[in-house]
């Protein structure tokens, strides 16, 4: 450790070090002072401050990381300050100061603080891998379960049809609701197993996909396979609990889950094919319903789906884009380079105006435009402060899409809610 710490210390030599002089190297006894000296005495000096920096990131256990934290955090103020971009900044009397380059600042540790905290008081699926069994924790990140976003972005159209189909003045069916939340958890993880199964080779090769299950080899493809017929079982379980006309409708489905991962080395619009599969809970969920589909209401929230998911999915994209030119894989953030903002621009125009036909089709009152309003900002927001060539804010903005659903949704629950009262007033003012 010493060793690591000597080499992240950064001393000015060829100007001299002011503090260290006069009386208070008189002090240490010195007479003969060499700049030699001088370094072997900062990295003496400064090397458990260093250390207990460089160790927070070498701690698997998120307690360990805390307790490291508190002793750094811990030191007296009026001798230690951060800086935004050099490390640790110590003064003297004097307000000279030396820098030494520990390699992060404080909003690194405040960061990972945060983290911490996070996860010790807040409910969370990353969490609950942790807290599992070794051996089953390979098979929970095969299918992503401490990535929830997927599942919501699987789950939220389902929502949007199942509260559209809901009778006026009556909530949304809530066993209804928790069986395609379900259903979606299950389908998710199948779609993330399929994935990495096609995809093992490519993932070897990503720096964003080199630690997953397959590539990492923690679990081979045969166990991979095996529990790909598992998710598969059970999801054909909840599948045969709706009606008739619901279970053909999404078996017909099962072909764009197994499809869609070959997409991207054929064309370089598998974000289209992607939304033609999660976006299936849109035609699923009215049927589970009504019995069968209303085509003039489920169409267009099935192509306003798709559009969402090229928005999204394509900032997702743009994490890999380099990757991608490397191993020779498509995307759409590939096909659209510098002129990604105006198309998504456009898919936003389109995913819009469905929903304006949706709300118009349906019979929607005021709460649902109001939805729709926060869903027109959401949008202009997302696309207008993205930076697609930073790899943290296009994750960043991907994850927002969650509440881009939820505002939707919550726009077509308060919008079936008033129908009754709307349609009553109607009446009377004709009678």
Same mark, same amino acid.
């Given at each position: 450790m010493a060793e690591l710490a000597a080499s992240h210390v950064y001393v000015p030599v060829s100007r001299g070090i002011p503090f260290l002089s006069g009386n208070l190297l008189a002090t240490l006894g010195c007479k003969k002072w060499t700049s030699t000296r001088t370094v072997l005495l900062l990295r003496h000096v400064c090397q458990s401050a260093i250390a207990n920096d460089t160790s927070l990131f070498e701690q698997k256990q998120a307690k360990d990381k805390y307790n490291a934290l508190n002793s750094f955090s811990n030191f007296p103020r009026s001798r230690c300050t951060f800086a935004t971009n050099t490390g640790i900044r110590r003064k003297d009397n004097n307000?000279?100061?030396?820098? /030494?380059?520990?390699? &992060? $600042?404080?909003? *690194?540790?405040?960061?990972?603080?945060?983290?911490?905290?996070? @996860?010790?008081? $807040? &409910?969370?699926?990353? @969490?609950?891998?942790e807290a599992c069994p070794k051996a089953v924790q390979p098979f929970l990140r095969l299918i992503r379960f401490d990535k929830p976003i997927g599942t919501w972005l699987l789950y939220l159209p389902c929502t949007w049809s199942i509260g559209l189909a809901a009778s006026?003045?009556?909530?949304?069916?809530l066993q209804l609701l928790a069986l395609f939340g379900l259903g979606a958890l299950v389908m998710r993880g199948a779609g993330c197993t399929i994935n990495d199964m096609w995809d093992v080779d490519f993932d070897k090769k990503v720096t964003r996909t080199i630690s997953r299950p397959l590539a990492a080899g923690s679990v081979t493809f045969f166990q991979s396979l095996v529990f790909l017929g598992a998710q598969l079982s059970i999801g054909l379980g909840?599948?045969? @609990?709706?009606?008739?006309? @619901?279970?053909?409708l999404g078996a017909s489905s099962l072909c764009l889950v197994i499809t869609y991962p070959y997409m991207k080395r054929i064309t370089y619009w598998p974000q289209a094919f992607l939304g033609l599969t &999660?976006?299936?809970?849109?035609?699923?969920?009215?049927?589970?319903?009504?019995?069968?589909? *209303?085509?003039?209401?489920?169409?267009?929230?099935y192509l306003a789906g798709i559009n969402w998911t090229l928005i999204y999915d394509t900032i997702y994209a743009h994490q890999d884009k380099t990757d991608d030119v490397f191993i020779g894989v498509k995307s759409t953030a590939l096909l659209f380079g510098d002129q990604t903002k105006p198309w998504l621009t456009g898919f936003s125009a389109l995913m819009l105006s469905n929903l304006a036909m949706v709300g118009i089709n349906s019979g929607q009152t005021w709460p649902y435009y109001v939805g729709l309003g926060c869903v027109a900002a959401h949008l202009s927001w997302q696309i207008k402060t993205v930076d697609l060539s930073n790899s943290a804010d296009c994750l960043?903005? &991907?994850?927002?899409?969650?509440? /881009?659903?939820?505002?939707?949704?919550?726009?077509i629950v308060g919008g079936t809610v008033l129908k009754e009262s709307s349609n009553s007033e109607n009446e009377e003012m004709k009678a």
């Open positions: 307000s000279t100061s030396l820098k /030494l380059y520990s390699g &992060f $600042h404080r909003g *690194d540790v405040n960061k990972l603080k945060r983290e911490y905290l996070y @996860s010790r008081r $807040h &409910f969370n699926t990353a @969490s609950m891998v006026p003045g009556i909530l949304p069916d909840i599948l045969l @609990s709706l009606n008739t006309y @619901s279970i053909v &999660f976006n299936w809970g849109a035609l699923l969920g009215y049927s589970a319903v009504q019995g069968s589909c *209303d085509w003039s209401v489920c169409l267009p929230l960043s903005k &991907f994850k927002s899409s969650k509440w /881009l659903g939820l505002l939707l949704f919550a726009g």
